[in-house]
């Protein structure tokens, strides 16, 4: 038998515990403090695999199940008492036909706009009067439709006589991607091992004996179902057995027209994917059924790979009679790629935290992170690479750019992972084309307009341009956000030139061209300054009457004024300064008359809004009034004195009816440093599925949310790809730079202790760091750009500075500030006043 599956199968045996997935957590210490093991690259990866999580029993239902992938094939492993079942998904493979209609009713901004301002003021809401109202039906009616949205593509069943075998739970090896399910068979304990390649689209399995690691044949019948919920216009999958070969498969074309004829005929653009399983000892089927396989005990165990192909239906058609799984001797290499792939992503960063729960959440999610996005593959979607049936489908599972979008890569960043947010700038190239169309065509302005839903299939026209969403002006900005973190924390001017830059200009020239139109300025406003108008505060108040909340919302000039500076700064870099002066000028103008942020008076005192005249106590689905914190930047640890406490008392002031603020908000708290950790963890247990990954669940009524709302009514759509996030807030936690000044353990209680190695900050630098007995230890940062380094000083006497272009150097005063060389490491130290 393969020497590692054996080892892997006595670890197994051994192996105490990993934590129930389906029971109530601990959220409190651990007293077996993870501290014990030290930071270092070499345990990066048994550091990780501390927070493995373990089933007890049976896993039947979808978000029971294991969740293995490769940043492209998604799998989750289920398991019945009478097999195991496994889904197949991919966040290449969507149902591509998608619905253009009413191009021409849908007409232009400014005809929109006028029919808008026709309308009486006094209308309770506008959706009362019947012209709008079947306005929007229209404007809605292509997103009406369940296309596009992501393509389950099927499962794989691999069933066992109850009466010998008994399944008692399975564990998810965080620590290198594996999943391995214990059984009882007549008498005895045996592993199935599964896992994913981390370079093919490829499924490995193999069964061995607990004990002594032999070889063992546990099943005895293969089955490929396609997905339960395939299109009934799609052409029926074709099944495929070879049992001389052992090779079950099935290949499923995608039809790129909207009601394919019968018998479909096809298209160039059709796409269609083919699923394939070999195993050791299939034999045809007993029952002669031609979607299925025997397994026969030939003496040599069970082995099986699954692979997936997935592309053009031409190529997938033609090649499909030479598509079969690898031979199952590349196992033992198949694994060892896999595990070194494993190795180098913990090594990228790591933390370890007193708080054991902490430090479990940020393991987890970002195990989670690297199964579902990886660079060159389509950029996940609301619920990533794990589908069945209607699962992953909600709200086309597609593109959200007021937040959902986004999210999820906020943690690659901090945690040293880049090259996961390349899908994204990938998925922002994808939009750009059609922005632009939109910005021209509909609204008769420069730049681009990014949508507020879009799909990764070609389109010719917003998805999604119903007013009272369609309108949400934030998103074309915070689109192309990330874009800029993406350099500010790489300092990579390669990236900034061929992938940045383009896509940022373009929306500052939108937003530019916006804000000075005359409806934008002018006597009505009673200032000079130039207004985001007509708007709509995210997820809110829609159109209103008279455009009474409309203009101005806290989190479009947060995000605007965010990417003019952005732009400003990137021309310097790039020495795009004479080449842009005319737009240049036009922003500056813009920032000299930019308008005031909206405030009002609560119980905490003076507090942020989302539009000027709203009642403080309303109850927001989005965190907009906290903006200014996060994802504007303006306001934090940083901030005046009189700023910071306007900023504090919108924190503690807000109320969020959730779903959208489990990492949103987190992340403001602790920018602030108020974040109260406890009560986050909290949130997080409540949030927590059997399957260690977080859903969005409902936290209040009072909102859109009625008090006889099902609050857990989201939980069952997917698996929600935005929470995979959560590192990030743990790391702002720990080191915070957004200002361009590391900021040490900012909300880490006292009392506590933690350590963490190269986590990534603005200005290309990997910063580790250990904190104890309620001080900084010692500081380390590696220089990959040679920008100059500055940093808030934690120590009453300054800091001790050694490397090798500053020698040992005192700082001391409030900031420190060294010069560095790209590929050094700098070592800070407390100075003592002796």
């Not at 209609?101 to 929109?112: G, L, S």
């Not at 799609?234 to 498969?249: E, H, K, M, N």
């Not at 890569?409 to 922005?435: G, Q, R």
């Not at 813009?590 to 989302?610: C, D, M, R």
Request: net charge negative; hydrophobic share 40%; proline share 6%.
């Amino acid at each position: 038998m393969r020497r590692l599956l054996r080892l892997a199968c006595y670890a197994f045996a051994e192996m105490k515990g990993g934590e129930p997935m389906h029971e109530t957590t601990s959220i409190g210490n651990s007293e077996d403090s993870i501290l014990s093991l030290p930071l270092e690259k070499a345990l990066a990866q048994e550091h990780a695999a501390r927070h493995d999580l373990t089933f007890e029993g049976p896993a039947a239902d979808f978000f029971e199940g294991a969740l293995l992938g490769n940043g492209g094939l998604g799998v989750v492993l289920t398991t019945r008492p009478d097999a195991v079942m496994l889904h197949f998904g991919h966040n290449n493979v969507w149902d591509i036909r998608i619905a253009e209609q009413h191009a021409e009713e849908i007409t232009t901004f400014k005809e929109v706009y006028k029919r808008f301002e026709a309308l009486p003021a006094e209308l309770p809401q506008l959706m009362d009067h019947p012209w709008y109202r079947e306005y929007c039906e229209m404007a809605g009616d292509n997103y009406s439709k369940s296309y596009p949205r992501p393509m389950p593509c099927g499962s794989l069943l691999l069933r066992y006589d109850r009466r010998t075998a008994e399944v008692l739970g399975h564990t998810l090896h965080i620590g290198d991607g594996r999943c391995t399910v214990e059984f009882l068979v007549q008498g005895e304990r045996a592993v199935l091992e599964v896992f994913v390649d981390a370079v093919q689209d490829r499924l490995w399995m193999s069964v061995c004996n607990s004990a002594n690691g032999e070889a063992l044949s546990l099943f005895h019948e293969a089955r490929l179902i396609p997905d339960p919920n395939t299109p009934s216009g799609f052409p029926p999958a074709v099944i495929d057995v070879d049992p001389t070969a052992g090779v079950l498969s099935f290949t499923q074309v995608l039809p790129c027209v909207e009601a394919p004829e019968v018998p479909y005929s096809g298209h160039d653009q059709d796409k269609a994917f083919r699923l394939a399983v070999s195993i050791t000892g299939a034999v045809p089927s007993a029952g002669g059924e031609g979607d299925r396989l025997s397994i026969a005990d030939t003496g040599s165990g069970f082995s099986a790979c699954a692979e997936l192909w997935e592309g053009r239906r031409t190529v997938i058609q033609q090649a499909a009679v030479q598509m079969h799984p690898p031979e199952l001797s590349g196992y033992n290499d198949a694994w060892q790629r896999t595990n070194e792939k494993w190795l180098e992503y913990w090594e990228c960063s790591s933390v370890s935290l007193e708080d054991e729960y902490l430090e479990r959440v940020w393991y987890r999610n970002l195990y989670f992170l690297n199964c579902s996005v990886r660079e060159g593959v389509t950029c996940p979607g609301l619920f990533a690479n794990w589908s069945y049936g209607s699962i992953g489908s909600e709200w086309h599972g597609d593109y959200h750019m007021n937040y959902n979008t986004q999210q999820p890569f906020w943690a690659a960043f901090s945690s040293n992972h880049l090259d996961k947010h390349l899908p994204y700038a990938d998925m922002v190239d994808h939009v750009l084309p059609v922005s632009q169309q939109w910005a021209r065509d509909y609204y008769g302005l420069r730049g681009a307009y990014f949508p507020h839903s879009a799909y990764p299939v070609e389109m010719t026209m917003m998805p999604y341009p119903v007013p009272h969403w369609g309108w949400e002006v934030c998103e074309t900005p915070w689109t192309v956000q990330s874009l800029w973190w993406h350099y500010l924390y790489s300092m990579d001017e390669a990236f900034l030139r061929s992938r940045a830059f383009q896509p940022i200009r373009e929306a500052v020239r939108f937003m530019a061209d916006y804000m000075q139109r005359p409806e934008a300025r002018g006597p009505r406003w009673n200032d000079d300054c130039y207004h985001i108008f007509p708007t709509v505060v995210p997820e809110l108040y829609e159109i209103a009457p008279g455009f009474a909340r409309n203009s101005d919302c806290l989190i479009d000039l947060a995000l605007t004024k965010f990417i003019f500076h952005a732009f400003i700064r990137a021309c310097a870099v790039l020495g795009q300064e004479e080449a842009e002066d005319g737009l240049l000028a036009e922003v500056q103008e813009i920032l000299n008359h930019f308008p005031e942020y909206p405030t009002a008076e609560s119980n905490e005192g003076q507090v942020f809004v989302s539009v000027a005249g709203e009642n403080p106590e309303v109850v927001y689905n989005v965190p907009v009034p906290l903006a200014t914190v996060f994802p504007g930047e303006e306001h934090g640890l940083h901030s005046s004195p009189e700023e910071y406490l306007t900023a504090v008392e919108t924190y503690r002031n807000h109320r969020n009816e959730g779903g959208n603020e489990l990492v949103f908000q987190a992340l403001a708290g602790a920018r602030l440093g108020i974040l109260d950790l406890e009560r986050f963890k909290r949130q997080i247990a409540y949030c927590l599925l059997p399957n260690g990954t977080c859903t969005d669940r409902v936290l209040m009524s009072g909102g859109r949310y009625p008090d006889t709302a099902d609050f857990d009514f989201m939980s069952r759509m997917g698996v929600w790809f935005e929470n995979f996030s959560l590192p990030a807030v743990i790391n702002e936690c720990l080191l915070q730079s957004y200002n361009g000044v590391l900021r040490f353990f900012p909300n880490w209680p006292e009392h506590q202790r933690a350590e963490f190695r190269s986590l990534r900050a603005v200005g290309g630098f990997l910063v580790s760091a250990a904190f104890e007995a309620g001080e900084v230890q010692w500081i380390e940062v590696f220089s990959e750009a040679g920008a100059d380094l500055s940093f808030y000083i934690p120590w009453a006497y300054g800091a001790e500075c050694t490397g090798d272009s500053v020698g040992r150097q005192i700082c001391t005063g409030g900031t420190g500030t060294l010069r560095t060389v790209a590929g050094e490491t700098l070592r800070m130290v407390k100075h003592s006043r002796e």
